[in-house]
């Protein structure tokens, strides 16, 4: 089964159950370091770097029984579908012959994302099928719909220059990664924001440039803090807004700004994807 | 396996693919009246080996197992070697071939091939020949093929005119489709004269097979575990030190796809390494560089060139076989000259491929089109 959209506490109620029964449960998890569960079977953690390791590859695969509980915490953490450590994790669950599926966001930002779910879901008869080709898949959601919700933030005309010169400075470098692109020019934007910031929000950024007790960097930062700097990637938005009863929005600081259009866009788009998923899954 | 709509997808059936290569086998022999199985030492020619001389046994009759020794190969290897050639010695004919050939040695441009069982220099060959091995060419020299007369003698001609020396001769390979898009081009592209997908057509009616190109990684394992049959040590060690599923393999020491062997080498086998350095030149720093990303990679630039171009172009100036330099610099004035390319050269003048075994990706630059793209929308 996959879970979608569960906070700590539901999670706990779910797996208490799955593991009942069971003599043995592998959770593996997507974040840095394990949140611990009550489990009444001896339980082991195991994070997404060792997924692969070969030490515990075949070890695992050894231990692994019709009897073992596999819990998949948040493991969504690269959209490569056929990523080794995907591959890995479906040998295990193969072994087990079911797993139990938890993430609180459907996607990472393509509708694609889903079938990394499914196909653990299904042990891996999904593989190879699009999306719309994934057929039923037992899900069990939550809604999650974010908002993105622009605060206008003016600028003046010297601004405006400010960020086309820095953004010609920006591409005139040597370009290593043009993918990089869009982050180091928010950084821009982000200064140009910064005159805009007052003492009683919170407010979130991408480095701790501005050295202000009220603006924090992604991790740390209050969940309904104000978007100052999008981070490097939609799944750190995820992980800064995940596991909270109730999705706040996505409070973004908007200049106007090609840069904040873009971004402001990209997570729109990632929302209307989500809602896709959402709602055919429902069907 | 092709589906209906020409996709590249596995297909899974009731059958295990033990049984299945079993019955591969099996036909093989129905068909065939001689046998070879190439090994190399892997964990995959091993079980095609062991699958081969079970039939072997079965039936009472005998298949040639060919080993072309690189010379600079893992002691393990070897002993591997002699092990499956002496696991069921009545129903084996051994082929190991100890000739003269030239490899590419990518750790050094100074010493750009190694003469493999050079006459003159025994005294400094990783090891002596095997006393019952093949010494000496065993085809007639009138008739020997080279593919680039600039290049020499090299490994794919050993094996190419070992091949053509025999007829109507099924070998057996231990390539597996799921291992890259290329294997599985190879494995399951056209139907042969066998009569089957899993094998390709060469000279003389003889025919390349492979009986497990449909395992995974880890059906090989459980067959050498299950039927106990020995694996050679360096799978034990890169397990040991806890290296990745993709990073773990058997391969050749020196040439531009394995260097990065000799990284771990010292640590696995302290002596091997002792001998290779005293072998050939540019072992140690193979060692200290093999893994680097702006040296023998080339994944990154080295700080003091702005470009992969000016870096390229700073290669090809001070690269020091002046008998090769040519080689390099006929095939890049035919290549288009952006940073894309350029940084693929790097890597081939880095890594001494004058035999192009990395092929260059010679299209536009598409990083510039990416940096078009985001100028626009920002």
């Known amino acids: 089964m996959i879970y979608l959209g569960r906070t700590h506490a539901q999670k706990q109620a779910i797996i208490s159950e799955v593991c009942d029964d069971a003599h043995h449960a592998v959770i593996f998890h997507g974040a840095k370091t394990a949140e611990p569960y009550d489990v009444a079977c001896p339980v082991e953690y195991r994070g997404w770097g060792d997924v692969i390791m070969y030490k515990h590859f075949y070890r695992l695969l050894e231990e692994i029984t019709p009897t ?99 953004k010609d400075a920006i591409f005139s470098q040597s370009i290593k990664d043009p993918e990089s692109l869009p982050r180091q020019v928010a950084l821009v934007a982000g200064n140009i924001k910064a005159k805009a910031i007052d003492r009683y929000h919170a407010y979130v950024a991408r480095n701790a440039r501005f050295k202000a007790e009220n603006i924090a960097v992604y991790g740390k930062a209050p969940t309904n803090a104000i978007i100052l700097d999008p981070p490097a990637n939609a799944i750190t938005m995820h992980d800064h807004l995940a596991g909270q009863e109730t999705t706040p929005a996505i409070r973004y600081m908007n200049t106007g700004l090609p840069v904040d259009v873009y971004y402001s866009n990209f997570y729109r788009g990632i929302a209307d994807s989500m809602r896709i998923v959402y709602d055919l899954q429902k069907q | 396996m092709i589906s209906k709509n020409n996709n590249a997808v596995q297909i899974y059936t009731d059958k295990d693919v033990l049984a299945a290569a079993r019955e591969r086998v099996s036909y093989i022999f129905d068909r065939y009246e001689n046998i070879v199985v190439s090994i190399s030492g892997g964990k995959d020619s091993t079980v095609t080996a062991h699958l081969a001389l079970t039939e072997a046994r ?206 771990e080498l010292p640590r696995f086998e302290p002596k091997t390494y002792d001998r290779l350095c005293k072998r050939l030149k540019g072992i140690r720093w193979g060692n200290e560089y093999g893994k680097n990303a702006k040296v023998m990679r080339c994944r990154k630039l080295p700080d003091n060139f702005a470009t992969w171009i000016q870096y390229r172009d700073f290669l090809l100036q001070t690269y020091q076989d002046e008998g090769k330099k040519p080689i390099f610099e006929r095939r890049f004035s035919r290549q288009l000259n952006n940073n894309y390319v350029a940084r693929q050269q790097c890597r081939q003048l880095v890594l001494n491929d004058y035999e192009n075994n990395l092929p260059i990706d010679n299209q536009e630059d598409p990083l510039l089109k990416r940096v078009e793209y985001w100028r626009n929308v920002l």
């Not at chain 2, 066998?194 to 000279?203: E, I, L, P, S, Y």
């Not at chain 2, 299950?226 to 990073?247: A, F, M, P, T």
């Open chain 1, 68 to 166: 073992t509980a596999i819990i998949l915490d948040e493991i969504m953490r690269t959209q490569n579908r056929n990523d080794l450590t995907y591959n890995c994790l479906l040998h295990y669950i193969r072994k087990a012959g079911r797993c139990t599926v938890f993430q609180y966001f459907p996607i990472i930002d393509d509708i694609e994302n889903f079938c990394i779910l499914a196909d653990m879901e299904t042990c891996g008869r999904a593989r190879g099928h699009s999306f719309v080709a994934l057929g039923d898949i037992a899900v069990d959601a939550i809604r999650r719909d974010y908002q993105v919700v622009d605060l206008p933030v003016a600028i003046t005309d010297v601004d405006r220059e400010t960020y086309l010169a820095k």
């Open chain 2, 58 to 263: 079965k039936r009472g009759r005998r298949v040639g197992l060919f080993f072309l020794d690189e010379e600079v190969v893992y002691q393990s290897t070897v002993e591997q070697i002699r092990y499956l050639m002496s696991l069921y010695p009545e129903n084996t004919i051994k082929l190991w071939l100890q000739i003269e050939f030239a490899l590419t040695n990518a750790t050094s441009t100074e010493e750009g091939q190694l003469i493999c069982w050079e006459a003159g220099k025994h005294k400094i060959w990783m090891r002596p020949k095997e006393p019952d091995s093949i010494q000496h060419k065993p085809w007639d020299r009138n008739k020997e093929t080279v593919r680039d007369k600039n290049k020499g003698f090299g490994f794919y001609d050993a094996l190419e005119n070992f091949e053509n020396s025999r007829n109507s001769t099924a070998f057996l390979c231990g390539i597996r489709a799921i291992e890259s898009m290329n294997r599985w081009r190879a494995c399951a592209r056209n139907i042969c004269t066998a009569g089957v997908h899993w094998g390709t057509d060469r000279k003389n009616g003889n025919v390349t097979l492979y009986p497990i190109y449909d395992w995974n990684f880890t059906d090989v394992w459980r067959y050498i575990s299950e039927n106990k049959i020995r694996y050679s040590k360096i799978y034990d060690y890169q397990y040991q030190i806890g290296l990745g599923l993709n990073e773990i393999r058997v391969s050749s020491l020196i040439h531009e796809k394995s260097f990065k062997a000799l990284v």
